[in-house]
T-cell receptor
Framework: QKEVEQNSGPLSVPEGAIASLNCTYSDRVSQSFFWYRQYSGKSPELIMSIYSNGDKEDGRFTAQLNKASQYVSLLIRDSQPSDSATYLCAVKYSSNTGKLIFGQGTTLQVKP | DTEVTQTPKHLVMGMTNKKSLKCEQHMGHRAMYWYKQKAKKPPELMFVYSYEKLSINESVPSRFSPECPNSSLLNLHLHALQPEDSALYLC??????????????FGPGTRLTVL
């Protein structure tokens, strides 16, 4: 059973701080990793994708992947109240099916 | 602006009704997906179409019937649903293969309530 684990939170950080969201996955044969942001009542929005070990930066977001330790993380710098949402980690194991396995999501609260 | 659109935004139906959810993507993708999402849970895959052919059915009850008329359109036909089928139904699309065959983009969803 392939699993993706996230701490459900809520993770509360003050405005301007760095928010760190973590995700672990169970299967070493994994290829692609994604972070989606989902506001309450809305659909998931893709914010980061990462495929190889190391860091990938996009604006205030940095995704970090460590395949040896089977974890992927998302750092949000200069957190804003508008970043308050649920962040879903998703892992794609097979290149053929396109099937994503989602974690339960971490709720982030950024307090002004 | 989302390039994956879904209609209707909201749907209320009785257990004896037949209705359809529609999804259209304008991204040139050849893989399309239906997900179901309950409150405070992650999206749960239902069906995958690749090149207009059904490639994955995650043991979904037959009261849900998908259809892919062409590469841009995806329908989900609903019949004799149960109240526990009330959820947010999400459509997504991606490239089916190749280097970019990884990122899935979601539509805004249809909020379904079964009475």
């Amino acid at each position: 059973q392939k699993e993706v684990e996230q701490n459900s939170g809520p993770l509360s950080v003050p405005e301007g701080a760095i928010a760190s969201l973590n995700c672990t996955y169970s299967d070493r044969v994994s290829q692609s990793f994604f972070w989606y942001r989902q506001y309450s009542g809305k659909s998931p929005e893709l914010i980061m994708s990462i495929y190889s070990n190391g860091d990938k930066e996009d604006g205030r977001f940095t995704a970090q992947l460590n395949k040896a330790s089977q974890y992927v993380s998302l750092l949000i710098r200069d957190s804003q109240p508008s970043d308050s949402a649920t962040y879903l980690c998703a892992v794609k194991y097979s290149s053929n099916t396109g099937k994503l396995i989602f974690g339960q999501g971490t709720t982030l609260q950024v307090k002004p | 602006d989302t390039e994956v659109t879904q209609t209707p935004k909201h749907l209320v139906m009785g257990m004896t009704n037949k209705k359809s959810l529609k999804c259209e993507q304008h991204m040139g993708h050849r893989a399309m997906y239906w997900y179901k999402q309950k409150a405070k849970k992650p999206p749960e895959l239902m069906f995958v179409y690749s090149y207009e052919k059904l490639s994955i059915n995650e043991s979904v009850p037959s009261r849900f019937s998908p259809e892919c008329p062409n590469s841009s359109l995806l329908n989900l036909h609903l019949h004799a649903l149960q109240p526990e089928d009330s959820a947010l139904y999400l459509c997504a699309s991606s490239q089916p293969s190749g280097a970019s065959a990884r990122e899935q983009f979601f539509g805004p969803g249809t909020r379904l309530t079964v009475l």
